[in-house]
RNA sequence: GGGCGCGUAGCUCAGUGGUAGAGCAUCUGCCUUUUAAGCAGAGGGUCGGUGGUUCGAGACCACCCGCGCUCACCA
């Protein structure tokens, strides 16, 4: 144990031998630090008890000011030997990072701090560990400046309850996280949508073409897998009869991890009888645009250097249209051997068992994908990526489908679903020779869902969005570990 | 999984083969409106781990562990 914890348990000792308990049941806080210094007029000599972290204390032998921090920031507390007695005795055996409770009047001090002068002082809780402290310091032009900030990442993640105390911006995204996620469910609830919950333990996975998460259920004696989608539940709702269904969690995907790609994500997903894809397009504009309103009051964000403007109605781009007008290809008159050919030339590796629709997706994304900049919707691709949309009503061989880019990067995924039962066991099957074929990301047949649409599935418009990756251009954050509080890390 | 980089005090970092360093934090003393409080003094290290080279390794070499960036796969 180093010294900076043994002098700690010392502490410890000695504060119990003054009466004082290190580790309170409860304390009766009416006022925050925020609340406080944004409404000095109203508290200036008025009584207040405070709770939270001491993060500075610059003792002056007989009187001492800390700085203490609750959920909402920091704020002055002053403490005076003739006024609290034996509390300051106590005091003096305090640390950075003990929690406190201060029962007194807000003032203001000599060069201006709005503060709160203690009448009495409680120990909440005795912190054992010293906290990497970050001194702030305010310069002449009013920026904040911190000396030694706690920026190791990896202690940062695996000990988030760490960066979260010391680093005042992290607490912020997650803040603004949980608001994003509430507008959204807020958009949804007035939009007569019904939220539900299906199962993450699943005899067939699909929905999505990934690699699962595989485990074992053992009384039933049978191998389940953590869902990659939640599409194949929610469809089958959409056939018992909900017109409108949504879900908001965690899907699971057994793929490399980097700063896009943290093993559970969390998802959410839509479906709306009765509307195809186009109307879904207009819906995500309006609750992006919505949303971004309500929780940052602007539709235009600053995104690496890039002006991002979610305000509705996005750009549309039709893949196949793009393809042809970019590289003078007509991707669905062109063999699959033409498409190889125009790889190879422009450099890339194949492993020759993509399928057609594979080529069409690569050539996209390589020459046309990451020059989108703006909110845009990408639409019309090619039937064999998409085993669960419905084909397009006028046009052969892609499908209702489109994703919407900002930045190069995929936020959503959306289609017409797919409702015709004939059609889509073939895709099944389609699906099920690619995987003999050695595709592992080829969809499984499910039978109880073709089951299910066989029934009747109404005409239906279904939508997914990455909710982490949405966070992460809302809040300017590069990498999703930014805004996963705890992504996962090798043990 | 491949490539590049990093790992030294609680935190942030110096240290290019010869006694392990700084600032902040901690401790002692002084200090009753300070604010990166100040002044004077003190303590604190398995230099990520294991081997090796060398008279001598924090440094050089090999392997391992962990992290970051990046490429591949995916959302």
Request: glycine residues 6%.
């Amino acid at each position: 144990m180093n010294d900076l914890i043994k002098r700690r348990y010392e502490e410890l000792g000695e504060l119990n031998k003054l009466n004082f308990e290190a580790y309170a049941y409860d304390y009766e806080v009416n006022a925050y630090s925020a609340h406080i210094k944004n409404n000095f007029d109203l508290y200036e000599n008025k009584d207040v008890k405070i709770a939270g972290r001491i993060m500075a204390i610059r003792r002056m032998g007989k009187a001492s000011f800390a700085h203490i921090q609750d959920k909402d920031g920091r704020i002055q507390i002053y403490l005076k030997k003739d006024e609290i007695g034996n509390s300051y005795d106590a005091f003096k055996l305090m640390d950075i990072g003990d929690i406190i409770g201060v029962d007194g009047f807000v003032f203001k001090t000599k060069t201006g701090e709005i503060s709160v002068h203690a009448r009495s002082m409680n120990l909440l809780a005795k912190s054992l560990r010293p906290i990497p402290i970050a001194k702030e310091m305010i310069d002449e032009e009013g920026n904040k400046k911190i000396y030694d900030q706690f920026a190791d990442k990896e202690l940062r993640y695996r000990q988030r309850y760490v960066d979260l105390i010391v680093n005042p911006d992290v607490r912020d995204v997650f803040i603004k996280r949980t608001s994003i996620i509430t507008a959204l469910r807020n958009y949804l609830d007035e939009n007569y949508f019904v939220e539900v919950e299906t199962p993450v333990l699943q005899p067939l996975y699909g929905g999505a073409a990934a690699r699962p998460f595989v485990t074992y259920h053992n009384s039933l004696d049978r191998t389940l897998y953590l869902r990659i989608a939640d599409e194949l539940y929610l469809k089958r709702l959409i056939v018992g009869g909900f017109d409108r269904v949504y879900e908001i969690s965690k899907d699971f995907r057994n793929e490399g991890i980097d700063k896009t790609h943290n093993p559970e994500f969390t998802m959410l997903e839509l479906y709306a009888a009765y509307k195809d894809y186009n109307w879904m397009m207009e819906f995500v504009e309006n609750m992006i645009n919505t949303v971004s309103l309500k929780v940052f009051g602007k539709t235009e964000f600053i995104v690496e250097g890039n002006i991002i403007n979610f305000k509705a109605p996005w750009n549309r781009l039709s893949m196949v249209d793009e393809l042809k007008k970019h590289l003078g290809i007509d991707v669905l008159q062109a063999s699959k051997e033409d498409l190889q050919k125009e790889l190879k030339q422009r450099g890339f590796e194949m492993s020759g068992t993509e399928s057609k629709g594979k080529l069409i997706d690569i050539l996209f994304e390589e020459t046309i994908q990451h020059t989108i900049i703006q909110p845009t919707f990408v639409i019309d691709y090619p039937v064999e990526l998409s085993p669960l949309a419905k084909k397009h009503r006028s046009r052969e061989g892609i499908v209702e489908r489109f994703e919407g880019f900002v930045l190069g990067r995929e936020i959503c995924n959306a289609f017409s679903e797919l409702n015709d039962p004939i059609d889509q066991r073939q895709r099944f099957e389609a699906q099920a020779k690619l995987r003999e074929e050695g595709d592992d990301e080829a969809h499984q047949i499910d039978e109880d869902f073709l089951r299910a649409i066989e029934y009747g599935m109404p005409p239906t418009a279904g939508l997914g969005i990455g909710i982490d990756r949405l966070v992460m251009l809302l809040t300017g954050q590069t990498s999703i570990r930014d805004v996963v509080l705890f992504p996962q890390m090798r043990t």
